[in-house]
């Protein structure tokens, strides 16, 4: 085939597939814009209970003077700004995709996730040198009642009611969010569990129960933060979704496939799949011809991986 041939074909193909592509976009906007209500929605619901679970703890706090409690107090607290950051955040990510975010604005759901991680520093921070303080200090160990214990434990089932409801609409919404979400609430259960044993201890003397609790409630914070980074950083710097020759492997099993150039993968926060793939095919091959090698490649993706959306450059072998 000649240069010109070549550019010819290339044209026709770079026209067919830009046409197909806008079509994909708009069917993809929708399915954004269902699934930003749906995160939008859960996210509400979990507002107003991590509301519920805060204003307990607060009120428990206030009355015993527990550094443990107060220690869940704000755990909680931080949990309805991470809900308000998470609400802006989705409903930026759901805008449809635009000259200056051609990929969509999916990543800044991610951001919101990190935005949790801020608060999470914050709230680590400050319990862990509220507990060292009071190791070092004598204090007068925190007096409560079984009024408050009761309140702690009606604390924890709404924590433990967000967790399972959180984590059923992140894996149904495809949500890293409302999962990372999940993630933090479920830290809050062990730190409800912490200070209804601090009462516990103090009530029945153990002077220092409460501080080397609350040390051990920060580190509890710190590792979920690093759990949350540990999943969203390879979203925000673009790792590789799919091991490129896992990639390729997959391409090579269509007739007509010569051999793959290069592959390369990235995913977004939804789960969703972008491949881009250069395949080589014989070079007497049709514009029709290699179009149709081009759907069958972005199929077998598809097919293989789940959720994708594939690039395909054709190139005589």
């Known amino acids: 085939m000649t240069p010109l041939g070549r550019q010819t074909q290339d044209a026709a193909m770079d026209a067919r597939a830009q046409s197909e592509i806008v079509t994909s976009d708009g ?4 399915v954004l814009a269902a699934r930003s209500a749906g995160v939008r ?3 509400f619901a979990v507002l107003l209970l991590n509301a519920l679970s805060a204003a307990i703890k607060i009120g428990v706090g206030a009355r015993t003077g527990a550094l443990t409690v107060l220690g869940a107090a704000l755990e909680s607290v931080l949990d309805m700004l991470s809900n308000v950051v998470g609400i802006v955040a989705v409903s930026v ?13 999916e990543k800044f759901e991610t951001l919101g996730t990190l935005g949790i991680v801020g608060f999470l520093s914050i709230s680590c921070f400050e319990l862990l040198r509220q507990s060292v303080s009071e190791l070092a200090t ?15 434990v009606t604390s ?10 959180e984590r059923r609409r992140g894996r149904a919404l495809g949500s890293a969010l409302l999962l990372a979400d999940a993630a933090h609430t479920a830290s809050d259960i062990l730190v409800t569990l912490l200070a209804i044993a601090s009462l516990a201890l103090s009530y029945l003397g153990f002077v220092r129960a409460d501080a080397l609790l609350g040390t051990i409630v920060a580190l509890i914070i ?7 980074l540990r999943h969203s950083i390879p979203i925000l710097v673009d790792a590789s979704a799919v091991d490129a ?37 014989d070079g007497a091959t049709s514009v029709s011809a290699a179009h149709d090698f081009t759907d069958d490649v972005e199929r077998a993706i598809e097919r293989e991986l789940g959720t994708a959306e594939a690039i395909v450059h054709v190139e005589p072998a």
């Open 27 to 30: 069917a993809r906007a929708e």
């Open 41 to 43: 929605r859960a996210l």
């Open 93 to 105: 990510a759901s805008r449809e995709p635009d000259e200056g975010h051609p990929y969509g604005h």
């Open 138 to 152: 004598s204090q007068a160990p925190p007096s409560s009642s079984g009024a408050d214990a009761l309140l702690l």
């Open 156 to 165: 924890l089932a709404v924590n433990g009611f967000v967790v399972i409801f």
């Open 222 to 228: 710190a590792w979920s933060g690093y759990q949350i």
């Open 245 to 281: 020759a896992r990639l390729s492997e997959i391409v090579r099993t269509i007739p007509g496939v010569v051999g793959v150039r290069s592959a390369r993968s990235r995913r977004t926060s939804s789960g969703h799949l972008f491949a881009e793939v250069t395949i080589l095919v």
